[in-house]
């Protein structure tokens, strides 16, 4: 029953550190998306891949890059972090990215000091 | 560019009574509009959805309404429970941005015992 599995669900950078941040759905979908909510700005999307094999940048992606691993795995990389990109970051996967409902993760916070 | 606009920041209501969330959008390509609710530190989970073929749908206490002249949606919570004090965020598919996901800034309810 494990839908969605984001970690960390915490983590503090120093600004220029790197980090990769995990997503996993046990739910066989070939879509998935990263996401970052900062306070009234609701969730705006960084990256996603509409299947195995391929990604896209979405509406906030500088900074950024992502690795579709598998049809289960999709991780997000900060390759040198900045106190900008401090927020809280959501991965979420659908079956088909047409018209539906995408299943969320639990989130991961991030703080770049 | 705000695409998807929530005006109301918050919602206030008593337990028992009706809550109505409210969601603006701009983009005419929009044809699939959904809503979320998010908890505190957890992901948003999906809750209804409205094709724009439809003006109404309905699911237990929450319908949901589409005015496509007007470019504006709709939740209704009947009766409104205090477990339902959340974040709602509408969202919309569509456009240019095929596969993509476009969120409101969220609006958050209180239902008071």
């Known amino acids: 029953n494990a839908g969605v599995t984001q970690t960390p669900k915490f983590q503090v950078l120093k600004t220029g550190q790197s980090m990769t941040l995990q997503c996993a759905q046990d739910m066989n979908h070939n879509s998935m998306y990263w996401y970052r909510q900062d306070p009234g700005m609701g969730l705006r999307l960084i990256y996603y891949?509409?299947?195995?094999?391929?990604?896209d940048k979405g509406e906030v992606p500088n900074g950024y890059n992502v690795s579709r691993l598998n049809k289960r795995e999709f991780s997000l990389r900060l390759e040198s972090a900045a106190p900008s990109q401090t927020s809280v970051y959501f991965c979420?996967?659908?079956?088909?990215?047409?018209?539906?409902?995408?299943?969320f993760g639990d989130g991961t916070r991030l703080s770049i000091l | 560019d705000q695409q998807v606009k929530q005006n109301s920041p918050s919602l206030s209501v008593q337990e028992g009574r009706i809550s109505i969330l409210n969601c603006d959008y701009t983009?005419?390509?929009?044809?699939?509009f959904l809503w979320y609710k998010k908890y505190p530190a957890e992901g948003p989970t999906f809750l209804i959805s409205?094709?724009?073929?439809?003006d109404k749908n309905e699911d237990g206490r929450f319908t949901v309404f589409l005015n496509k002249s007007a470019k504006h949606l709709s939740l209704h919570i009947v009766p409104s429970q205090p477990g339902d004090s959340a974040v709602y965020f509408c969202a919309a598919y569509g456009g240019t941005s095929y596969g993509k996901l476009t969120f409101g800034q969220g609006t958050i309810l209180t239902v008071h015992p």
């Open positions: 891949s509409a299947s195995e094999g391929t990604t």
């Open positions: 983009n005419s390509m929009f044809d699939y």
């Open positions: 979420a996967s659908t079956q088909d990215s047409y018209n539906q409902p995408q299943h």
């Open positions: 409205i094709s724009s073929i439809k």
